[in-house]
């Protein structure tokens, strides 16, 4: 069974930034997992933001957040991370950490994960 916490929400103005943290707990090796960062604004749906397989290079980014967002890892101590920069009021969302063992791929998809941490808090305002 693998754990995920997120930290690292909370409110920040147009164009901060923010770092979020999920730590993993897991009897799994931490690299045999797709993790990624997922959002829900209120009343919408959750959605992918950044995701990457955590025994290789590869990441992937909603086309919304490229070039602002990126996602990296600490695999010694089995960390994810989502820098957040020159963020936006839509931007604004419960952000959560996700995790779902490597089964040769990795999809931005809500449906193919199994472990969700219980979110943190992103606001920006102008």
């Known amino acids: 069974q693998v754990q995920v916490a997120e930290s690292g929400g909370g409110s920040v103005q147009v164009g901060g930034s923010l770092k979020l943290s999920c730590t993993v707990s897991?009897?799994?090796?931490?690299?045999?997992?797709?993790m990624g960062w997922f959002r829900q604004a209120p009343g919408k749906e959750r959605e992918g933001v950044a995701l990457?397989?955590?025994?290789?290079?590869?990441?992937y980014y909603a086309d919304s957040v490229k070039g602002r967002f990126t996602i990296s890892r600490d695999s010694a101590n089995n960390t994810l991370y989502l820098q957040m920069n020159s963020l936006k009021p839509e931007d604004t969302a419960m952000y959560y950490c996700a995790a779902e063992g490597y089964g040769g791929s990795c999809h931005m998809d809500t449906s193919l994960f199994g472990s969700w941490g219980q979110g943190t808090q992103v606001i920006v305002s102008s």
């Open positions: 990457m397989y955590t025994g290789g290079p590869s990441t």
């Open positions: 897991s009897r799994y090796r931490f690299k045999d997992y797709c």
